[in-house]
């Protein structure tokens, strides 16, 4: 007896909770036709408007004359009337059968409908409650953009420039040496009605590296950093010091200029471009990987220290090309140890790609 109770009592709460959610969907229901009612007159009014002014047009031009043009506003403003005691004459409908029945209404099995308006692209089932999959984003199309954004992607060869040594003489491989630079710029045009200097800026990850020659690695010692001879035959020597930097160009050249009636847009596309600035930044970290075998035993060492290198990091850096494809030199003016008794800048030469 206690179980059929216990059933009676959940089945009749279901019913509850049903009941109670039908009927606040078909008043959410109701609230949405009723703001349709509202858009409705907008709509017809603003697409009025716009006939209104295409038959003031054709009459400025002379295709119609005065008369004609009264007839054809007439005809316009009366269609639009129409327009809009019918589709609300629906609307209302639609309310009076939700409310006379409390929402409890009988779905055709062939009720599907797909409907795209202003608050974007609806399904509809019968009267079940609609489904938006896609809402339109009510951002105005913007008619001068001054502004411009693009990823940037640089590798390419990495060496240092030793205070009393030319780049011959460089104790790092020159080919061996390597540099990437990964990050993001904003593009804005610096004058109102030109586009020949632009204003660069963003942020990049650059990470350098330098390869010893000789068998050699770098050893810290009592605040030096210098270069050894390693005791076994190494495989592999190499120094990345990885740094986040903010660059920023003053960036020339020609671009073409597109207009429309509702847009404007100079386009850089097969253009040549020549960017002139620099970038100031923070080391992140410095490690160094060396690779070698030891009695026959492959060893890879990553000793991540501080290696005294400069924790602020700024320089000069340049490109010169065409379209998104630049060759792309950048110079550290910052020594890269900061107590060596030779100062050594990073310099590094390689291609960008503005993406």
Known sequence: MSRIIIYLVLVLS??????????????????????????????????????????????????????????????????????????????????????RNEGAVLKSENEFSITDDDGGITIRW??????????????????????????????????????????????????????????????????????????????????????????????????????????YDLKKSKLRMDNLVFPAHFEFGPSKFRKTEKTIRYSLRNQFRIGLGGYGGFNLGTRQKLKYERNGERVKDKLKRGYDTTNFVYGLSGYIGFDGVLLYAKYDLNPIFKNAEVEQHNISLGLRFDI
């Open 14 to 99: 279901l019913f509850t909770v049903q009941n109670a959610l039908g009927q606040e969907w078909y008043r959410e229901r109701v609230e949405q036709l009723r703001t349709q009612k509202t858009k409705i007159t907008e709509q017809e009014k603003e697409a009025l408007k716009s006939e209104v002014n295409d038959i003031n047009d054709r009459l400025e031009e002379g295709l119609i004359n005065n008369e004609e043009a009264i007839e054809l506003k007439e005809a316009a403003a009366k269609k639009r009337a129409l327009n809009i005691e019918n589709r609300i004459a629906i609307i209302d409908n639609k309310i009076a059968l939700l409310e």
């Open 126 to 231: 019968g009267d079940e409650e609609p489904w938006t999959i896609f809402k339109h984003r009510n951002r105005p199309l913007k008619y001068d953009r001054r502004t411009n954004s693009d990823f940037v992607f640089a590798i390419g060869l990495n060496n240092a420039l030793i205070d009393g040594q030319s780049l011959e003489d460089s104790p790092y491989k020159i080919g061996g040496s390597r540099f990437a630079e990964l990050g993001w710029q904003w593009r804005t045009r610096v004058f109102k009605n030109s586009n020949f200097l632009r204003f660069n800026y963003g942020f990049s990850f650059q990470f350098n590296g330098l390869k010893p020659n000789d068998n050699q690695y770098f050893v810290a010692d009592d605040g030096q950093v210098r270069l050894e001879q390693f005791e």
